[in-house]
């Protein structure tokens, strides 16, 4: 430390703007160039003689320009007697309240270092003990009195009791009243029973999307079993991984699917469809005995080793999650829920248990995708009154809602998984006229969606991700930094979940169990939470703003960059379906790579689309977060369970990119074309080639006009680079400025030796 101090008090003497005229960066009429945030301690004499004037009372006089300079600024003046602080901020980007508790947080840490100047950095607190209960209670409601002891099964079975001749499914042509969807249950659950499945036995589930499914699912409960959804659609490997890793003692699939299904040895399996094996058993609820700690699913989920992991599930955390949900949702027996998403994904059993418990009715989509025009068609002809899609697919149905004029009768409509635009958002308000939207987060470890938001017309969306809400039902949460501090209003950390809504584990994987479920720091002995990876903050208001996963944020160039901000301003552009922006190593270092799949996909090929877009987030970003490549894609590459394959992304080839090669013709034309390609490490640049789409960025542009002028003796400022962009332009211009004297050039060669250097 001794060391790092000296080094730093070498050059306290260079005048700023001198720094800032030698590293030339990146300069914007909103910000102060090189910092934003200024600490100015200074220490004044005991002594005031000049204050003893005879006759006279001489005091200091703050003078308060009633400007700030810099984003944020802490003064401190120390005396002999005290420390006397202020702080002086940007009304436009800070809130008063704000700067309040910043000041209560940094005293805070003050009196934390006098008490025990012995512990370390990360123990100090941030927060006073009024504030840390405040958040505590503000983000914790675990009073909410769910009970666990009627089970999600059994509270259909309640249902099918009161309303035996009310709709309960609805596919295709066909409809279960609940009395025959928990008769049918019941008759297959007896079968199930005959065969082995009991309390904790996994039973796998692989059939096509029909009203049998749910049959299947609540068989299998009843059964006391646990059920393993899988989707037909998966690899045969990846199916056979899942069957053997679960331990499933049985299959309970279908006769049309059957032989294309892997088995492996010793597995035992039932056709749904082969009634003549399971109808004859009794329609009445066999009697199992289970309690909340019992198993009742196991859902795979991606693996970071490249291999899926089951999360499993009790039912007690799942019951108490479905009853709030209902709640959240306001579901009646009055609803229609559209049924969209794949059964391997734990949202599509919150989607048919929430409507069930509640009376409602499930309609379900069959295994083809089905275009939004024909979604739209169901909705109507159904009557749908709630429906969950993907963001891309809202934004299609709301598109063709403003073209027909005549949206259906959908009160809920609920998103999730994606960052929202603010543009998509308004349109979905405006074309299909709903009650909420609803955005759904959560991870799967923590029972489907602990957190949702339920926004009204006229809220507004966020300006990178729509909020994700706050908790539901017995739960608890808390915004934690990396040595699980509780981060203040505000502040960004990571999303820690417990109370009644946390999975047992990942099945037989107690390292990694152990790993990502870690003990409460704020809860009672034994209670665990879950370590979701997600960066987020909370509001005063206690709803919680997703701001990106921790490993997604990237610094380049000195920069910290949250990717989800490019993707959100990408978004923005009608002509873009979907897109992620990833950073990647390139020639010239890191660098930012757009991915886009076009709304219309005969835009992919054309030279326009990429600079309309460039040109579009020019106008939002600065410079370097602006995606140095942009790369188009008929799909993105997807993990079999439907999320994105980051490792399916091709990598950006810089040649691949560079326009047809037109050579240079001129002698000044192949001089600066060799040194563009020598900056840019290219084996060549052509006069059409675009400087920022074949890698460049400012401090490669700084590198452009040192050597111009050292190798050239030509002076052309560095905003050429960004005016001209082109090689063919920039040689035009560089054509009209003056070259140098000879000092100039020497100057300027150590110069560009020093920054090399660098």
Known sequence: MRQRSLEAQAHQDLPFEQLVEALQPERSMSLSPLFQVLFNHRVTSADHHWQRLAGLDVNVLNWDEGVAQYDLALDVEESQAMLRASLSYATDLFAPATIERMAGHWQNLLQAMVADPQQTISQLNLLGEDEQQHILQLWNQTDAGFSSERLVHERVADRAAQTPQAVAVKFDAQSLTYGELDRQANRLAHALIARGV???????????????????????????????????????????????????????????????????????????????????????????????????????????????????????????????????????????????????????????????????????????????????????????????????????????????????????????????????????????????????????????????????????????????????????????????????????????????????????????????????????????????????????????????????????????????????????????????????????????????????????????????????????????????????????????NGKLDRKGLPEPDASLLQQAYVAPETELEQQVAAIWAQVLRLPQVGLNDNFFEVGGHSLLAIQITSRVQAELGLEVPLVEVFHTETLRAYVQAAATFRAGSAEDFDDLRDFLSELEAI
Not at 202 to 230: C, D, H, N, Q, T
Not at 232 to 245: A, F, K, N, S, T
Not at 304 to 316: I, L, Q, R
Request: contains cysteine; negative net charge.
């Open 198 to 640: 009991s309390p904790e036995v996994r039973v796998a589930i692989a059939m096509p999307r029909s009203a049998e499914s749910l049959v299947a699912f609540l068989a299998v409960m009843k059964a006391g079993g646990v059920y393993v959804p899988l989707d037909i659609e998966y690899p045969r490997d990846r199916l056979l991984y899942m069957m053997q890793d679960s331990r499933a003692k049985l299959l309970l699939t279908h006769s049309r699917v059957l032989q294309q299904l892997p088995i492996p040895p010793g597995l035992d399996t039932l056709a749904i469809d082969r009634t003549d094996i399971w109808a004859d058993y009794s329609d009445t609820a066999p009697e199992v005995k289970l309690d909340g700690d019992n198993l009742a699913y196991v859902i795979y989920t991606s693996g970071s080793t490249g291999m899926p992991k089951g999360v499993a599930v009790s039912h007690g955390p799942l019951v108490a999650h479905i009853i709030a949900t209902g709640e959240r949702y306001e579901t009646s027996p009055a609803d229609c829920e559209l049924h969209f998403m794949s059964f391997a994904f734990d949202g599509a059993h919150e989607g048919w248990m929430h409507p069930l418990i509640n009376g409602a009715s499930v309609l379900i989509r069959d295994d083809s995708l089905w275009l939004p025009e024909y979604t739209y068609a169901q909705m109507h002809r159904h009557n749908v009154t709630m429906a969950v899609f993907p963001p891309v697919y809202l934004q299609q149905l709301a598109e063709h809602a403003e073209r027909d004029g005549n949206p259906p009768k959908v009160r809920v409509y609920c998103f999730g998984g994606d960052a929202v635009a603010q543009a998509s958002y308004d349109l979905a308000w405006r074309a299909l006229r709903p009650t909420y939207l609803l955005n759904g987060y959560g991870p799967t470890e923590t029972v489907v969606t602990p957190l949702l938001w339920k926004a009204r017309q006229g809220d507004p969306c966020g300006a990178v991700y729509a909020p994700i809400g706050t908790l539901l039902g017995n739960r608890s949460g808390y915004v934690l930094d990396a040595h699980l501090n509780l981060q203040p209003i505000g502040v960004a950390g990571e999303l820690y979940l417990g109370g009644e809504g946390v999975a047992r584990g990942y099945l037989e994987r107690a390292a990694l169990t152990a790993e990502r479920f870690v003990p409460d720091p704020f809860g009672q002995p034994g209670s665990r939470v879950y370590r979701s990876g997600d960066l987020t903050r909370g509001r005063a208001d206690g709803v919680v703003d997703y701001l990106g996963r921790v490993d997604h944020q990237v610094k380049i160039r000195g920069f910290r960059i949250e990717l989800g901000e490019i993707e959100a301003r990408l978004r923005e552009q009608d002509s873009v379906g979907e897109t992620v922006v990833v950073a990647q190593d390139g020639p010239t270092g890191k660098q930012l790579v757009a991915y886009v799949v076009p709304a219309d996909a005969r835009l992919a090929d054309q030279a326009e689309f990429r600079d309309s877009l460039r040109r579009a987030l020019k106008t939002r970003l600065p410079d370097y977060m602006v995606p140095a490549h942009f790369m188009f894609l008929t799909q993105m590459p997807l993990t079999p």
